[in-house]
């Protein structure tokens, strides 16, 4: 039976779990053969791999022109898929670092999962501007180094550059920053690994980590400044996002609100993802005790800030555009709202503001089937929501005659099929075989809030977390 | 040096930050505490100073600072000037996003680095485990045992208010 011990705080772990459980409940998970259930979801997503490969040969060795873009339309499907996976990645790192400079305890079961979320997402973001590249082959040549070309340098003064920079800062920052905190689960699972394979892999991979108070507070010393600097890399990444369009001339894009925008935007999508994994995790991986409603319910109450956030974005973008007397700023919203693309823009209205309101809804938030759904529903809203900055803005442009409309080819679709496959093909097998949950770090909050076998009157100035309110 | 190191073994993170901070206020050596998690105010407990990296991390923060400004400069201005709508060759708010990437990736890579360094930890290593189950849920004091003066008697009379497990004896340890 578990005791509260305050009663301001209710334990993060449900279940009252002994410490060498939490090891066992993580780690039994890697030791068993994977299920059927497992092999069906990895099968498919596999298969969505290989269209997705299929594609992207292809159009590398056919060109561009495979896609439905236009001299009108020069970005389109790719460049909305790029955005949107970079979104996704956001919310790994809000739960690891930005969660964690805040204290919120309950971030520790679902960061190790969030954190490699973003990596995959970030890698599935990376090939899209890769292959818009025409040549990839060619790609670094956005590298600045001394060259045979002049040496002809890169345009610093260029958005994309910057997102060159921006990108593979965060997705390496994010990859280092998640296998620190997977080596002390490494060594956990070094030492209780009977096979003399297991043995190897996880001594190479763990570092031979021993658990050395000395060497955790230094490890605690460079988690937090880890964290302190992938506070501000997050916020950074989607703002040099948004300064690709931003920085532009072409209205819709032109605008000084993008930051911010994309930014809560990125979280708010990136959540609902979050919440799409968790949810199914959770119950296939029997983690209901880990990944509480509590912590759904309070993902829940993210999206439901940032979705208000992105809501306030859109009415600001539509109050700027009438308010700024801008003819073609003016033009550029009209037809967005009712012109030949209106039902992209209203799927993402409908997605984005009005259905996530219902989370005002305690009993929504806690339940969990809802709560899927409408994972899922934002991910929809929150791809059309680029697809809308992207294509309408750009379809209509200034002069009437070179108005056109565009419209994915096969191609563009299995390749954005292929990315999902990707994905999950990726996360499937992370889920196989890394701790899904970081072991180490829920032990360290399994005393919040709860008595166990302990005798208050030695804890004088104890660093701990109880607080003695009961009498 | 070879030593002998003097464990105790402990079930849980109070009695082992309690034992600590006794021991520790007892006046013996404590060699390390091994947890399998961090332990906050372990550190505290066991008299360690705040880590030296922050420092190492502001150096490599600051020159990957210096580095972004000097290169964007460098080749914007000097090496191969061009005219990007009509804008200065030096304009240093174009510049900041790369300089803050830069001392971001180098400052986070570097303090990363220095902390394998400082902890002697490297892939492949081959880990030296003090008491099984250190990683587990296990948590150790060891005490270092440099000559015929240590009281093991005594030491086990104080970690036994702490709820000890076990007390041990590691013969020949080469520290």
């Not at chain 2, 399998?36 to 990296?53: D, I």
């Amino acid at each position: 039976m578990s005791m509260h011990y305050s009663k301001l705080r209710k334990p993060v772990i449900e279940g009252d779990k002994a410490l060498g459980q939490i090891t066992d409940d993580v780690a039994r998970t890697l030791e068993r053969p994977p299920t059927m259930l497992w092999w069906f979801a990895f099968t498919l997503s596999f298969s969505l791999l290989v269209i997705g490969v299929a594609a992207v040969s292809y159009q590398i060795k056919v060109g561009i022109g495979t896609w439905g873009l236009n001299k009108t339309v020069g970005w389109a499907f790719d460049i909305t898929n790029f955005v949107f996976w970079v979104g996704i990645g956001h919310a790994g790192t809000l739960i690891s670092a930005i969660l964690f400079l805040f204290r919120q305890r309950w971030r520790t079961s679902i960061n190790r999962s969030a954190e490699a979320m973003t990596v995959i997402a970030v890698i599935c973001a990376g090939i899209f501007p890769l292959i818009h590249m025409g040549r990839p082959w060619l790609f670094f040549w956005i590298a600045p180094y001394p060259n045979f070309r002049g040496p002809l340098w890169v345009n610093f003064r260029s958005p994309l550059l910057w997102d060159f920079f921006a990108i593979s800062t965060y997705f390496t920052i994010s990859l280092v920053f998640w296998y620190i905190g997977l080596i002390p689960d490494l060594a956990t699972l070094r030492d209780r690994a009977k096979s003399k394979i297991k043995k190897v892999i996880y001594r190479i991979t763990s570092f031979g980590w021993n658990g050395s108070a000395r060497t955790w507070h230094r490890y605690e010393t460079v988690y937090v400044l880890l964290a302190a600097f992938a506070t501000p890399l997050v916020l950074s990444v989607h703002s040099i996002v948004s300064m690709d369009f931003a920085t532009s001339v072409i209205p819709g894009w032109h605008t000084t609100i993008f930051p911010p925008y994309f930014v809560a935007g990125a979280i708010f999508s990136g959540f609902a993802m979050v919440l799409t994994l968790m949810i199914i995790a959770r119950k296939v991986l029997n983690y209901q005790e880990y990944i509480t409603l509590d912590h759904i319910e309070k993902m829940c109450k993210v999206i439901l800030t940032t979705g208000g956030i992105v809501g306030l974005a859109y009415a600001t973008e539509m109050f700027m555009a009438w308010y700024s007397v801008n003819h073609y700023e003016r033009f550029a919203f009209i037809n967005r709202a009712l012109g030949p693309f209106a039902w992209s823009y209203w799927i993402m209205v409908s997605c984005n503001v009005i259905i996530p309101q219902l989370l005002w809804f305690k009993k929504l938030r806690r339940s969990i089937a809802f709560v899927f759904v409408m994972s899922i529903v934002i991910n929809i809203g929150m791809w059309f929501e680029r697809f809308v900055i992207i294509v309408t803005s750009l379809h209509r442009d200034f002069l009437p005659s070179s108005w056109a409309m565009y419209k994915p080819t096969l191609i563009e679709i299995a390749t954005l099929m292929g990315s999902f496959g990707l994905f999950f093909t990726a996360f499937l097998l992370f889920a196989r075989f890394i701790p899904f949950i970081a072991i180490g770090e829920v032990k360290g909050v399994l005393s919040y809030g709860r008595n166990k076998n302990r005798k208050p009157a030695i804890i004088q100035n104890s660093e701990t977390e109880l607080e003695a309110v009961e009498a | 040096m070879d030593a002998q190191l003097f464990l105790g073994v402990f079930s849980n993170e109070d009695d082992i930050l309690n034992a600590t901070r006794a021991t520790n206020a007892a006046g013996y050596k404590i060699h390390d505490v091994y947890t399998p998690y961090a332990v906050h105010g372990l550190e505290n407990a066991m008299g360690l100073k705040p880590s030296r990296l922050t420092w190492a991390c502001l150096a490599f923060a600051a020159t990957g600072l210096m580095l972004a400004v000097f290169v964007q400069f460098w080749i914007g201005s000097i090496d191969w000037p061009l005219n990007v709508g009509g804008k200065p060759f030096n304009s240093l708010p174009a510049y900041l996003p790369v300089i803050f990437e830069l001392t971001v990736l180098i400052g986070g890579l570097g303090v990363v680095f220095s902390m394998f360094v400082k902890t002697k930890l490297y892939p492949g290593k081959t880990e030296w485990v003090p008491y099984p189950g250190v990683t587990n849920d296990r948590f150790v004091i060891a005490l270092e045992q440099r000559d015929a003066s240590f009281d093991s008697g005594a030491v086990q009379r104080l970690w036994q208010q702490f709820n000890m497990l076990e007390a041990k004896r590691l013969a020949e340890v080469t520290l």
